[in-house]
């Protein structure tokens, strides 16, 4: 086939050293992107007469890979890295230059989550001029997140050709091609779609050309706006290139190409290329010669996808009457639909996949045949030899009766699906043994075919538009037999080294024969999104090749297929298919249906609601869905208003809950039910029932907790809790009539920071969990008091003045040293939300700050203490506000601290009716032996002294002149305050003066030598 023939003869062509110049390799810097991606760019260039024939990478974290410019890989981890590249050429000579790259991103928790714009490709043309991009976004675990909440953008990179709007409307009148970028608000990464704006085709796709009778011809342009309008041509750049050698053809200025003899073998092929302003021509046609001289008359049969070019007679095989009558240009146009649905890939830019006849007499040495088989690109090119009298056509089953090629057909198409796919092309060309690359090329074109054979014997042929004849005629030709290569390869030993595509299908096939076809869908999505080069993993080398083919079918099936694959003789390496099997089985799910149902509604009886927040994920742009009442009160009569759309309407006839249940599908696969509960209430007499929460939610630490929930309502309102979170379980009640609670467990967290939310009430109810790793981090700073109520709030500032990102943890004690839950008033972009817990994990990027701080209002004091870990250098300091019943507002300003030493001296004055009031916190895991001692002004008398112990982690805070906890002799006089404990580093305190009018200001406490 015609990648794997080029492949063969780049290997057949030697090269002699060069004795004028040695390889010529440049690197330019490294270009970073979010979530440790780089690229890099550069030149290269041989010696005189010498050819590159690849160029190595090794990126510094045990990945290594080949990749020409430029090349892009994907770290997993920050750090800094030096990138090695080894340009080598066909004769032999090798050079390398290095890099160094900064990676500050690759281990964001955000960058788990997955933006994907679909279509993947839009195709404006032939008078349609506007289209819709949608945004699916994934969590960590795969599982869809609504975006209905969430603030995309969306950015042309050729605005002048595609223009794209905010809710992802794309237009366009002209010609051109732009890349449509959607950013979701607070993610690092983006997903991306291509805009093809009007058309251009050379025609026809395959040119015959004749020395003798027709030597000379030429290729014409069929160029139109996205409007439909001709592409004016003369306003356009427009290069054009003849690809073979001179002694076959050539192409003057004009464009006309003289035939000067027929190629002797396939490596004298001739193509043609061309392109109008950078964009190429959506295919690449061929150019035949036949002599002795073949000059056919040559039709068009058109479907809406594909395209057939073909003499009208080629030999004795009447192709103007043989095509109609096996129906082959229809049931190739459905076979194109189906592997563009199981693979997912949309090639050519969405246009015309030509399929050309390409026919003329044959070379009786198979050696110097020059009539293909069959070739994958567009045109897919299917030969046929008008010299022989039967069994010499790739597009005719040449025998009696005649039948189609339908392997070969769907075969080389299939080719085209899946080599649209750069990270199909990643993966087949990562291994060292060739043939094993090229059976995965061969072998996996060969199983997109035989999955539209599987889809075909699914389909009813009013759905698939095949005949039921056509259908069986295809299965016949497919690798559906009893296995006998494979046995034979078995009975061999199973050497991997000799694996070939035909061996490859037979192992499939068993597969498919076992577990049916649907998993070939999720088999072809680890090859997506097509736009990507790279893996978030290494992949390179024929034993991870292996290894990671047999990960992708194992979660394709969800099944470990690692020992079946073994007795076949794949080489496995465990600890790597452990470490990239999850990352596996997300892209496997990428395309999976996925229901969201909607968060828990409330409404009154016979009221319609309306469920207009369900979202569903389905790649196919018509998913089938259904709605479905699971459960309702007894003798209640409850409808949709349409069942089989997103957002119908819901009503019924009697209080209580109802539960409703959504799924979506593709025809393959259906997604599991989504569920959510509608509580309907009686009318009240207070007019409809309305419902409020004690706050937007709640933050854990790692080990998790016990959350509750309070929910105030009328009497007789009905309302329900529910969670799609697989680490919240609800303990208390599930639906509840009138003002009540619900109570929840949130379990234990060993990776990185997460946060969803539950439905209460119909509310949307926030909850965060800090990640194992934060405990770990070193102690930044601390706050010594953080008090909130009675006219008192405590705000607190932390910057990031650092060139990287950095991730903190706040964690609140009380006085005994336990975690203490704190309301929260935190910023946002678009306001604030009040959240309580005893932790709070965040990333600052660099230069970036967070701001938080306690509500204020409420007549009970809540008073603690505020530890700051994180993973860099930050800077912290805290606003204390407090306005009294009368007066005016008094704030100040303390920057955060950590201990130093052992005792700290604090200067105080308490007269004219001031006050002093002293705050400390033990940073350390010991009870803190703390001596407070009071000097008067001379330093010489001792007011007063007290000892007493800090638990762990504890709170203290006192006035100084307090009768019961401080120093009463201080109550009027000036003086001095030694703060001491037994052991260094325990203490960080924080004094506050207030005057006789309770305005205050923060004293300092000076470490003594």
Known sequence: MWPVARFAILLLIAFAPSAFSAISLSLTPPAVAACGQVSVNGGVSPSTGDVIANIAWDWGDGTRNNSMFPSVHQYTANGVYTIRATATSQ??????????????????????????????????????????????????QGRLVPTRSRKLSFTSSNPAVVQVDSAGRVSATGFGLADVVAQVEGLPQTGSAQVSAGHFRVLPPLLYLSPGTHPAGRFEFDAANADGTPLDLSKHKIVTELHGPSAVATMASDGWITAFRAPQDRSEGVSFSASIDGVPSSDNATLRVNDPPFDPDLAYWVQPNITYYAPKQAGHLDNNALL????????????????????????????????????????????????????????????????????????????????????????????????????????????????????????????AAMAVSARLNELPPEVSGVS?????????????????????????????????????????????????????????????????????????????????????????????????????GFPLDNAYYEQIYPAVALLAAQRDPVAYAGPDRQATVNDAVTLDAAEVAVFEPEPVLEWRIISQPAGADAHFSDSK???????????????????????????????????????????PCTFSVDSAGQSFPASGGIGVVNVATQSGCNWVASTLLDWVTLVGPASVTGSGSVTFQVSGNSGAARSGAITVAGISWTLEQASAAAAQWSVAAALPHWVTGGGWQTAVTIANPGADAARVLLSFFDGAGAPMPVPLVLSYRFGEYLLSGSVLERTLAPGATLTLKSPGAGASVLRGWLQLRSNASVVAYAT?????????LSESLVPLGLPEGAAYLMPFDNTNGASTGIAMANLSGAAAAVTLTVLDSTGAATLGERSFSIPPLGHADMALDDQQLGIPAAAGAIGTVRVSTAEPGQLVLLGLRFNASSAFTTIPALPVP
């Open 91 to 140: 004769a032999g000579e090798s050079s390398d230059r290095t890099v160094t790259a900064t990676i500050t991103s690759a281990e964001d928790p955000a960058c788990g989550y997955s933006v994907r714009v679909l279509p993947a490709v839009v195709a404006l043309r032939g008078g349609t001029t506007t289209g819709t991009l949608r945004v699916e976004l994934r969590d960590t």
């Open 324 to 447: 109609p009558q096996f129906q082959v240009p229809e049931t190739t146009d459905a076979g194109y639909l189906l592997e563009r649905q199981i693979t997912g890939v949309i090639p050519w830019r969405g246009d015309t996949q030509f399929l050309a006849n390409v026919a003329g007499p044959g070379n009786p040495d198979s050696a110097k045949e020059t009539l293909p088989c069959g070739g994958s690109g567009n045109p897919v090119g299917l030969g046929t030899d008008i010299s022989k009298s039967h069994d010499g056509s790739c597009l005719w089953v040449d025998v009696t009766p005649v039948s189609t090629q339908w392997f070969v057909i769907l075969h080389e198409m299939g080719h085209n699906f899946t080599l649209g796919s750069q990270r199909f092309s990643r993966f087949t060309f990562s291994g060292a043994n060739q043939n094993n690359n090229v059976a995965f090329v061969e072998g996996l074109a060969s199983l």
């Open 468 to 568: 039921a004849t056509r259908v069986q005629e295809i299965a016949s030709q497919m690798r559906f037999n009893g296995g006998t290569l494979l046995k034979a390869y078995l009975a061999k030993g199973a050497d991997y080294t000799t694996l070939d595509a035909n061996i490859l299908d037979e192992m499939l096939a068993a597969l498919m024969n076992d577990y049916g076809s649907a998993w070939l869908y999720r088999f072809f999505s680890t090859f997506l999104p097509q736009s990507e080069a790279v893996y978030p993993f290494a992949l390179s080398g024929d034993t991870q090749q292996a290894t990671f083919f047999v990960a992708a079918v194992s979660a394709a099936l969800h099944s470990d297929l690692r020992p079946r694959f073994a007795a076949w």
């Open 645 to 687: 759309t997103l957002h119908p309407a819901f009503s019924a006839n009697q209080p209580g809950v109802y539960r409703l249940s959504l799924t979506a599908g593709n025809g393959i696969l259906t997604s599991a039910p989504s569920i959510l509960a509608v509580a309907l209430s009686s009318p009240t007499s207070g007019g």
């Open 880 to 888: 204390f506000s407090h306005q009294p019943d009368s007066g005016p």
